[in-house]
């Protein structure tokens, strides 16, 4: 049973179209995340979603919109997609909003803007 | 604010070496602190975690030792394998804020 999955694991598409990308988590987690990473494997924290409220919302294009149907389901829909947009996007959750919490992470999206 | 400093990669070692990888933090009060390891192709997982001074966290032969009179928290293995190779992130958790703070993480590559 995988814990934090999301599809698609691989995403090729062009510039100026809308996607999204799922992710569940079957742990009873509370608290939900985003995460961007570069190539570089820099971590960017995107949103993060507790209890189904938006808590974090960093600064990110406004094409990005994240929605949270219930605790265990987090999406990630990307309108007019552009080149910069390429990365690898990590879902993860974490039981709640402490300070020693675990997150635990799903396999990555990888997206690739032509 | 909170941030993570880590040492800059790649870092190549024969198997069998020693490893260190270091972690320096700046941050208000008393945060936990955590090792994350990525393999290729995968998405994180914890690899181990401190939440106060002195703690010892320790997993798969990797362990360390949340250090706050010099605000580290360095990753130490005694005999990397082939196995080992990843790239290895710390990151920090505060009360004041419970999103971790991540390193720039470190490219871990281990020669047979």
């Known amino acids: 049973d995988t814990a934090v999955s999301q599809t698609p694991k691989y995403l090729v598409t062009q510039m100026g179209n809308d996607k999204s990308i799922k992710c569940e988590q079957n742990?009873?987690?509370?608290?939900m995340y985003w995460y961007k990473q570069d190539s570089k494997k820099f971590l960017k924290i995107m949103f993060s979603y507790n209890n189904k409220e938006l808590i974090i919302n960093e600064t990110v294009p406004n094409r990005f919109s994240p929605k949270s149907p219930d605790k265990a389901h987090l999406n990630l829909h990307i309108n007019s997609l552009e080149l910069g947009d390429s990365a690898v996007y990590f879902c993860?959750?974490?039981?709640?909003?402490?300070?020693?919490?675990?997150?635990?992470f799903g396999p990555g999206t990888r997206l690739l803007v032509l | 604010g909170n941030s993570v400093t880590q040492m800059e990669g790649p870092v190549t070692l024969s198997e069998e070496a020693f490893l260190t990888i270091n972690c320096t933090y700046t941050a208000t009060g008393y945060p936990s602190l955590f090792w994350y390891v990525q393999y290729p192709g995968e998405g994180l997982q914890l690899l181990l975690k401190a939440t106060k001074a002195d703690d010892k966290g320790s997993n798969k032969g990797f362990e360390a030792t949340y250090r706050k009179e010099t605000t580290s928290f360095h990753l130490e293995k005694g005999s990397v394998q082939v196995s080992d190779s990843a790239v290895y992130f710390c990151?920090?958790?505060?009360?004041?804020?419970?999103?971790?703070?991540w390193g720039a993480g470190t490219k871990l590559i281990i020669k047979p």
């Open positions: 990151a920090l958790s505060s009360d004041s804020n419970y999103q971790l703070i």
């Open positions: 993860a959750s974490s039981q709640a909003r402490t300070r020693v919490e675990t997150q635990y």
């Open positions: 742990l009873g987690h509370d608290t």
